[in-house]
C-alpha cells in the first residue's frame, strides 16, 4: 500500500532553518505531484508549497522566498527546506502525493518555531 513519512519536523528559534524530508512507497513516485500542507492549532489546511511530476513548483504567498520544495525521484523523495522560519509557520506539517483522483497523505511532523 502507499505510505508516506515524513520526517525532520521539531523545535527551532525564529529565523532558524528545518529541512523535512517525505519518503515515499508504493506508488510510482515520478508520476505524482508532491505537497507539502500544514495545519495550525484551530485552522484549516492548507497548501505549504507543491511540486508537479515535471517539476515546476508553487508556493503559498506567506513562504515565498524563504521556503524551497523539491524532489529526488530517484529516491522516491520530497523535500521542504525552511529557512527565515517565523512563530506563524508553527504547524503540523503533512506530506501529500497527487494524482488525478488519487490523494495519499502522510501521518505529519511537528514544526514549531519558539524562542
Known amino acids: 500500500q502507499v505510505q508516506l513519512v515524513e520526517s525532520g519536523g521539531g523545535l527551532v528559534q525564529p529565523g532558524g532553518s528545518l529541512r523535512l524530508s517525505c519518503a515515499a512507497s508504493?506508488?510510482?513516485?515520478?508520476?505524482?505531484?508532491m505537497g507539502w500542507y500544514r495545519q495550525a492549532p484551530g485552522k484549516q489546511r492548507e497548501l505549504v508549497a507543491v511540486?508537479?511530476?515535471?517539476?515546476?513548483?508553487n508556493y503559498a504567498d506567506s513562504v515565498k522566498g524563504r521556503f524551497t520544495i523539491s524532489r529526488d525521484n530517484a529516491k522516491n523523495m520530497v523535500f521542504l527546506q525552511m529557512n527565515g522560519l517565523k512563530a506563524e509557520d508553527t504547524a503540523v506539517y503533512y506530506c501529500?502525493?497527487?494524482?488525478?483522483?488519487?490523494?495519499?497523505w502522510g501521518q505529519g511532523t511537528q514544526v514549531t518555531v519558539s524562542s
Open positions: 501529500n502525493a497527487e494524482l488525478i483522483r488519487r490523494s495519499f
Open positions: 508504493g506508488l510510482t513516485f515520478r508520476l505524482y505531484a
Open positions: 511540486i508537479s511530476s515535471g517539476g515546476s513548483t
